[in-house]
C-alpha cells in the first residue's frame, strides 16, 4: 500500500515555473514507477510524464516535452515535477501516480495508485 500527496500547485502567469513535490508513504517507494498525469475541466485525465524505479529512465507526453522536468529522490521518497515555460492550456488538477510497469505507464488503466491532486492554474 502506498499512499501519495501532492504539493506544489498554485496560480502562475503564462511563461511562469512551478514545481510539483508529491511525497510517498511506506518504505517500498523505490520499487514503484513514478508518474503525474492531469486533468483538465471537462476532458479526460491524461498522461505527463513517468520515471523509472532508479530515476535513470524518464518519458513524456508530447505536449510538455521539453519543458517539464520529472525527476526522483528515493531517500526522501518524493518524485518531483519542474514545470517551466507554462502555458494556459496546462491549467489542471495534477495528480502523482504510482505503478509497476515504465513502458505502459502512460496508461491510466496501469496505475495502481492515485494521489489526491493539487490545482495548477496558468493565467495568459
Known amino acids: 500500500q502506498v499512499q501519495l500527496v501532492e504539493s506544489g500547485g498554485g496560480l502562475v502567469q503564462a511563461g511562469g515555473s512551478l514545481r510539483l513535490s508529491c511525497a510517498a508513504s511506506?518504505?517500498?517507494?523505490?520499487?514503484?514507477?513514478m508518474g503525474w498525469f492531469r486533468q483538465a475541466p471537462g476532458k479526460e485525465r491524461e498522461f505527463v510524464a513517468a520515471?523509472?524505479?532508479?530515476?535513470?529512465?524518464?518519458y513524456y507526453a508530447q505536449s510538455v516535452k521539453g519543458r517539464f522536468t520529472i525527476s526522483r529522490d528515493n531517500a526522501k521518497n518524493t518524485v518531483y515535477l519542474q514545470m517551466n515555460s507554462l502555458k494556459p492550456e496546462d491549467t489542471a488538477v495534477y495528480y502523482c501516480?504510482?505503478?509497476?510497469?515504465?513502458?505502459?505507464?502512460?496508461?491510466?488503466?496501469?496505475?495502481?495508485?492515485w494521489g489526491q491532486g493539487t490545482q495548477v492554474t496558468v493565467s495568459s
Open positions: 501516480a504510482a505503478g509497476a510497469t515504465f513502458s505502459s505507464f502512460s496508461a491510466r488503466t496501469n496505475v495502481d495508485y
Open positions: 520515471i523509472s524505479r532508479s530515476g535513470t529512465s524518464t
Open positions: 511506506g518504505r517500498t517507494f523505490s520499487s514503484y514507477v
